[in-house]
């Protein structure tokens, strides 16, 4: 059962020269409970799509159509893209909360990480005690990881593993059926990252949430995702199970991402089993975007946009991608 339903979603970057599409037709759903992996490089659209579900879309960046649909476990259900400021500040906590690339922008500096667990449960649960709150946030910040006593630390008196754990932490206070993940763990190392993520997957495990997970590596995914959906220039290319994306690949783009070593910083950087860079977003390649850059190029893959057919983008084999490759 999907607790989100993404249909033709598109957003653009409105500018003096035009519009940028930043995402183009994306339709995706999120079941109830699964890790979903969402990966490709920089500027393939992943947090403008991430940041369109959750609403967080500032100008010039705008929706230019589609819609996002939450389903709740007792069958109602909501239209996102049409809920109005009050609405939104609820179900934004309620029902979906987001974890942001940099944990030190989304906690409060000058507050302490309990007083701010508390905030969101003085707000959002008004019947609640001050003494349940109290009990509640210490809780939290120990299902992450935190000793209850740091419940009284400033953010800049924890590391940045440490952070990023109290904001997961303010993240499940209201127990959302959906957590938004955009690179949660990028700035961290890989030690800690790895942590991170398998204790996300035990909290998964524990309060039943579904998590969209958004990065660029590939390998970090794997290890963690239940499905993975691969973004390249706005577009989903491909979406599979992890263990299917990871063994048969049907998307050359994919391929080229799993036989990479993406680095950790700066745009556009050149992958090592993906020659080029990403495309400018404000002048497509006609046809399929991924073709100056595709070992398995036809002719008419500089005319022809591929429909994501199944779980594949790719004209290869009458739309079915790769062969498989096992
Ligand atoms: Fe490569 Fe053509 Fe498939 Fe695009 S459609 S990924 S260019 S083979
Ligand atoms: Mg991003």
Redesign the pocket.
């Known amino acids: 059962m999907n607790v989100l339903e993404i249909r033709d979603l598109s957003v653009d970057y409105l500018s003096g020269g035009g519009a940028v599409h930043a995402v183009a037709d994306v339709s995706l759903d999120l079941r109830r409970g699964e890790i979903l992996g969402l990966a490709g490089e920089s500027g393939s659209g992943k947090s403008t799509l991430a940041n369109a579900v959750a609403r967080l879309l500032r100008p010039p960046a705008a929706i230019t159509s589609g819609s996002v649909v939450y389903r709740r476990q007792d069958g109602s259900s909501e239209d996102v893209l049409a809920l109005g400021r009050k609405e939104l500040r609820a179900f934004r906590w309620k029902e979906l909360a987001v974890v942001f690339q940099s944990a030190m922008n989304a906690l409060n500096p000058v507050s302490t990480v309990g007083a701010q667990i508390d905030d969101v449960l003085r707000i959002h649960r008004p019947g609640m005690s001050r003494n349940d709150r109290a009990e509640r946030a210490a809780e939290l910040l120990q299902r992450v990881g935190i000793s209850a006593d740091r419940r009284r630390a400033y953010p800049h008196e924890l590391s940045g593993g440490m952070r990023q754990r109290a904001a997961i932490a303010i993240a499940l206070a209201l127990n959302p059926e959906v957590i938004i993940m955009d690179e949660p763990t990028t700035a961290l190392d890989v030690v800690v990252q790895r942590d991170i993520l398998h204790e996300i997957r035990a909290l998964r495990e524990e309060y039943g949430f579904a998590v969209v997970f958004i990065t660029h590596d590939l390998s970090l995914l794997m290890e963690i995702s239940d499905r993975i959906a691969i973004m390249y220039a706005g577009r989903v290319?491909e979406t599979g199970g992890a263990r299917a994306i990871h063994t048969s690949p049907r998307?050359?783009?994919t391929l080229g991402l799993l036989r990479s070593f993406p680095r950790l910083h700066g745009p556009r950087e050149q992958l090592l089993g993906i020659p080029g860079t990403p495309p400018d977003l404000r002048s497509l390649p006609p046809?399929?975007a991924?073709?100056p850059r595709?070992g398995?190029?036809?002719a008419e893959?500089s005319s022809e946009l591929?429909a994501l057919d199944g779980d594949v983008?790719?004209?290869?084999n009458g739309g079915r991608?790769l062969e498989d490759a096992s």
């Not at 983008?313 to 290869?316: G, N, S, V």
């Open positions: 290319v998307h050359p783009y046809g399929c991924f073709h595709c398995k190029a036809m893959c591929p983008a790719c004209l290869l991608g």
